[in-house]
């Protein structure tokens, strides 16, 4: 299989392997279920779902009008499959065809298939998981610094309380301003440091 082939309908899709309809590996969008059949895939499906009949796949009345072959960027030509009023575009070059979401359930039923799957869906790959952020050292021992100096500021600020609120002669030291002021810009400043880089999740 072609890694990474786009929807040719939907250009920034891009089609999902899977094996979901009668083992053969298929293309399929997770945006708009079309699927992208490469040259004898749907044969191969029609015949697996037939029993073993043959399936004529060549296009009825085909005009130049299709999607661009999501394969080889070729024009496909719009024609019908099996019946003129399935209109499917087929790519003349690789011999792809690509079926509509709705399309796949019709191809059936006008070759009188029942059973099986009348359409597959898949979901887009999980997109690779970020790593987990690294811890970066640096952050975290400015962290630590920040808890550290916010502990220190809240410590000061209490002991300068507790200065200024005990008596006089019950203490040996007088309460300095310049010393809580200090404590309080310590303290805010760890607490900011602590938050700094938790706005980054609201973006
Ligand atoms: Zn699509
Ligand atoms: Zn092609």
New binding site residues.
């Given amino acids: 299989m072609n890694p990474m082939i786009n929807c040719p309908k939907c250009s920034s899709e891009v089609l999902v392997e899977t094996p979901a309809l009668g083992n053969i590996p298929l293309d399929v969008c997770p945006a708009c279920s079309g699927i992208w059949f490469e040259k004898g895939e749907l044969e191969a499906l029609l015949r697996q779902s037939q029993g073993g009949g043959q399936a004529d796949l060549g296009l009825i009345d085909p005009k130049p009008e299709g999607h661009d ?6 024009k ?1 030509s719009r024609g019908g499959l099996v019946n003129p009023l399935l209109l499917v575009d087929k ?6 065809v690509w079926l509509d979401a709705r399309e796949l359930a019709l191809v059936k039923k006008l070759l009188g298939l029942s059973g099986g799957e009348s359409g597959v869906n898949v979901a887009r790959p999980a997109a690779v998981p970020a790593a987990p952020e690294p811890r970066d050292p640096k952050l975290i021992l400015i962290k630590i610094v920040a808890a550290g100096c916010a502990i220190a500021g809240l410590v000061g600020v209490s002991y300068q309380m507790y200065l200024y609120f005990s008596p006089a002669e019950a203490v040996s030291r007088a309460p300095s301003i310049g010393r809580a002021v200090l404590s309080v810009l310590l303290f805010a400043g760890g607490v900011l440091a602590l938050n700094w880089g938790k706005e980054d999740r609201w973006r």
């Fill in positions: 072959c999501p394969a080889c960027k070729a496909m790519c003349q070059v690789c011999e792809g």
